[in-house]
């Protein structure tokens, strides 16, 4: 290689080297990293002080509030929300750090799903988190997810479309401005029914099942003398014959029942259950549920609850009984006493209620 050649070489690796330089000072002044002292979504939220959340997108919102010191979902009369959900929410509001910011017009926020509800469909996720006296805690849009590609092959040949890892925001004081945060958010949504503590009643040691239908040939009573004994039919006619198969089915009867929503001011001519399927179970600890079964919506069937206990709160010595043995024995049956107590507390929260039961349960 020349003189002349090295020089014409030397000056076109310049001209590349400044074009690329272009290019990334361009990139730059739009995607920028955010200070030391603006690398969170909402760097001055305190999470103790937060009272009430309200998000909306489209036509779907959701009112979530503290209220005698017990989260509610407001569109569904108060019920008690999932207050674990709602700390992981409101930690990772807080904790969600800006990656970059990029300057965003009014034309461009459709494209990036920043739209305020109400303003066009789809729209972003509006969130709002306030604490006491109304006060506004900080607010924001939630839009388009950030996806990260992946190499991982579907079924169906090609990749399964990457998977998300952040998604852009606009805070209220700062509309000209989108964020990429880190936090997707994926299982944030307005649905009044993502935010319900399912936690439910749980049937525990069964003595006894009685099924009155509105059909009297269709009713049916079970009992058994204890928890490993086996079901029999009581008042059972000569000749009749049980599937045993199903009266063990019923060992574990709605021990471990779910809801999937609450219906919101039913009327009885929709729901039938002022003529419903009535069921009681008793069990060995002296708890008797009554429940009863309406009409099937689709998958689910309407359904209320009540439970009352006959809790003994002395104890009963022994026959052969010794002196030694009854401090031991009495501290047990209190401690025992004491926790059928909280249960019968815990399921008393589940009356008056008209639940959406899957019908697998019933």
Same mark, same amino acid.
């Given at each position: 290689?020349?003189?002349?050649?090295?020089?014409?070489?030397?000056?076109?690796?310049?001209?590349?080297?400044?074009?690329?330089?272009?290019v990334?000072?361009?990139?730059?002044?739009t995607?920028?990293?955010e200070?030391?002292?603006?690398?969170k979504?909402?760097?001055?939220?305190?999470v103790?002080?937060?009272?009430?959340i309200?998000?909306?997108?489209?036509?779907?919102?959701?009112t979530?509030?503290k209220?005698n010191?017990i989260?509610?979902v407001?569109?569904?009369?108060?019920?008690?929300?999932?207050?674990?959900?709602? %700390?992981?929410?409101?930690?990772?509001?807080?904790? &969600?750090?800006?990656?970059?910011?990029?300057?965003?017009?009014?034309?461009? =926020?459709?494209?990036?799903?920043?739209v305020?509800?109400?303003?066009?469909?789809?729209?972003?996720?509006?969130?709002?988190l306030?604490?006491?006296a109304?006060?506004?805690?900080?607010?924001?849009?939630?839009?388009?997810?950030?996806?990260?590609?992946?190499?991982?092959?579907?079924?169906w040949?090609?990749?399964?479309g990457?998977?998300?890892?952040?998604?852009?925001?606009?805070?209220?004081?700062?509309?000209?401005?989108?964020?990429?945060?880190?936090?997707?958010?994926?299982?944030?949504?307005?649905?009044?029914v993502?935010?319900?503590?399912?936690?439910?009643f749980?049937?525990?040691?069964?003595?006894?099942?009685?099924?009155?239908?509105t059909?009297?040939?269709? %009713?049916?009573?079970?009992?058994?003398?204890?928890?490993? &004994?086996?079901?029999?039919?009581?008042?059972?006619?000569?000749?009749?014959?049980?599937?045993?198969?199903?009266?063990?089915?019923?060992?574990?009867?709605?021990s %471990?029942?779910?809801?999937?929503?609450? &219906?919101?001011?039913?009327?009885?001519?929709?729901?039938? =259950?002022?003529?419903?399927?009535?069921?009681?179970?008793?069990?060995?600890?002296?708890?008797?549920?009554?429940?009863?079964?309406?009409?099937?919506?689709?998958?689910?069937?309407?359904?209320?609850?009540?439970?009352?206990?006959?809790?003994?709160?002395?104890?009963?010595?022994?026959?052969?009984?010794?002196?030694?043995?009854?401090?031991?024995?009495?501290?047990?049956?209190?401690?025992?006493?004491?926790?059928?107590?909280?249960?019968?507390?815990?399921?008393k929260?589940?009356?008056?209620w008209v639940?959406?039961?899957?019908?697998?349960?019933?």
């Amino acid at each position: 290689m020349n003189q002349k050649q090295f020089i014409k070489l030397l000056l076109l690796f310049l001209v590349v080297g400044g074009v690329g330089f272009a290019v990334y000072k361009r990139n730059n002044s739009t995607w920028k990293s955010e200070t030391t002292s603006e690398r969170k979504l909402l760097p001055d939220l305190d999470v103790n002080a937060v009272a009430q959340i309200s998000l909306k997108k489209d036509e779907n919102g959701v009112t979530l509030a503290k209220k005698n010191e017990i989260w509610v979902v407001k569109e569904r009369n108060d019920y008690p929300a999932n207050f674990e959900t709602i %700390s992981d929410f409101v930690q990772k509001a807080r904790d &969600a750090k800006v990656v970059q910011t990029e300057p965003i017009g009014a034309s461009q =926020l459709a494209r990036m799903e920043l739209v305020p509800p109400g303003k066009a469909t789809p729209s972003g996720l509006a969130v709002e988190l306030k604490g006491s006296a109304d006060k506004t805690l900080g607010s924001f849009i939630l839009g388009k997810f950030h996806v990260k590609p992946t190499e991982t092959a579907t079924a169906w040949g090609g990749n399964d479309g990457g998977w998300p890892d952040g998604r852009f925001a606009l805070v209220s004081d700062k509309t000209g401005t989108a964020k990429l945060i880190s936090e997707p958010f994926r299982e944030t949504e307005a649905k009044p029914v993502l935010w319900l503590n399912k936690e439910f009643f749980h049937i525990e040691k069964a003595k006894a099942i009685a099924s009155v239908s509105t059909n009297a040939a269709n %009713s049916w009573k079970v009992a058994r003398d204890s928890e490993t &004994a086996l079901w029999k039919l009581v008042d059972a006619k000569p000749g009749e014959q049980v599937d045993t198969n199903k009266l063990a089915a019923l060992n574990s009867v709605m021990s %471990s029942a779910q809801f999937t929503d609450l &219906a919101m001011n039913p009327k009885p001519e929709e729901t039938l =259950l002022d003529h419903p399927l009535l069921v009681t179970i008793e069990t060995f600890d002296n708890f008797t549920y009554v429940m009863k079964v309406g009409r099937k919506p689709g998958d689910d069937h309407y359904f209320t609850m009540t439970v009352n206990a006959n809790i003994s709160k002395e104890r009963t010595p022994g026959k052969d009984e010794k002196p030694e043995d009854k401090a031991k024995l009495d501290k047990e049956f209190q401690g025992k006493a004491q926790k059928l107590e909280e249960k019968l507390k815990q399921e008393k929260r589940y009356e008056g209620w008209v639940y959406m039961l899957p019908g697998y349960n019933v």
